[in-house]
């Protein structure tokens, strides 16, 4: 059952075992929407699996001092994304990938690639991102593996919907461009 952000700050503002209901309701709710968002910035399980338990610990420490002012899913993804940005940034982590097999058969139908691998084309995607500038590659990852709206997203990013429209045109321009280069490279081997 989903339960409403009204609902879920007033259990949280309740009682002890009530805050303890209202934090296992957003553990339960978001935590499957927010893994993925991790996982996109880190490339690794282990390490979205140490990221979402960071946020959910700040989000249990919080709690109790959310006003309500914007959704609750757009505070998590404020704080999920800060917490995988920093722990890249103190690990000086260098990206690894795991991604699902619908997105790579997407992108495997897309440019063509059928017969190559789906860890060979998963590889190129995200080398391909990792070329991107980081506001680019975010709006690319929250809509094409997300699927948000760009209304959606500028509510989690504050940027406008132009303004994020603009940098997914560009990222999909460079990611093609990148994607047919490779495609190109192999045709030739």
């Given at each position: 059952m989903k339960h409403s952000d009204d609902d879920i700050l007033t259990l949280a503002k309740q009682s002890a075992s009530s805050y303890n209901e209202a934090f296992t309701i957003i553990v339960t709710q978001f935590g499957p929407r927010l893994f993925p968002q991790i996982q996109r910035l880190t490339k690794n399980r282990q390490w979205t699996e140490d990221c979402l338990q960071n946020?959910?610990?700040?989000?249990?420490?919080?709690?109790?001092?959310?006003?309500?002012?914007?959704?609750?899913?757009?505070?998590?993804?404020?704080?999920?994304?800060?917490?995988?940005?920093?722990?890249?940034?103190?690990?000086?982590i260098r990206f690894t990938s795991d991604l699902g097999e619908t997105s790579i058969e997407v992108i495997a139908q897309d440019f063509g690639?059928?017969?190559?691998?789906?860890?060979?084309?998963?590889?190129?995607?995200?080398?391909?991102?990792?070329?991107?500038?980081?506001?680019?590659?975010?709006v690319f990852e929250l809509k094409f593996f997300q699927d948000l709206k760009f209304s959606e997203i500028s509510?989690?990013?504050g940027v406008s919907e132009g303004g994020l429209k603009?940098?997914?045109?560009?990222?999909?321009?460079?990611?093609?461009?990148?994607?047919?280069?490779?495609?190109?490279?192999?045709?030739?081997?």
């Open positions: 946020v959910f610990i700040k989000v249990f420490q919080s709690l109790k001092d959310f006003r309500g002012d914007s959704s609750i899913y757009s505070w998590l993804y404020r704080i999920a994304n800060n917490e995988a940005l920093n722990y890249i940034k103190k690990e000086k690639f059928n017969n190559i691998s789906t860890e060979v084309i998963e590889w190129h995607l995200m080398a391909a991102i990792e070329t991107l500038p980081q506001k680019q590659a975010e509510k989690l990013t603009a940098n997914y045109h560009h990222a999909v321009k460079k990611i093609e461009e990148y994607l047919r280069l490779c495609d190109t490279y192999s045709s030739n081997l």
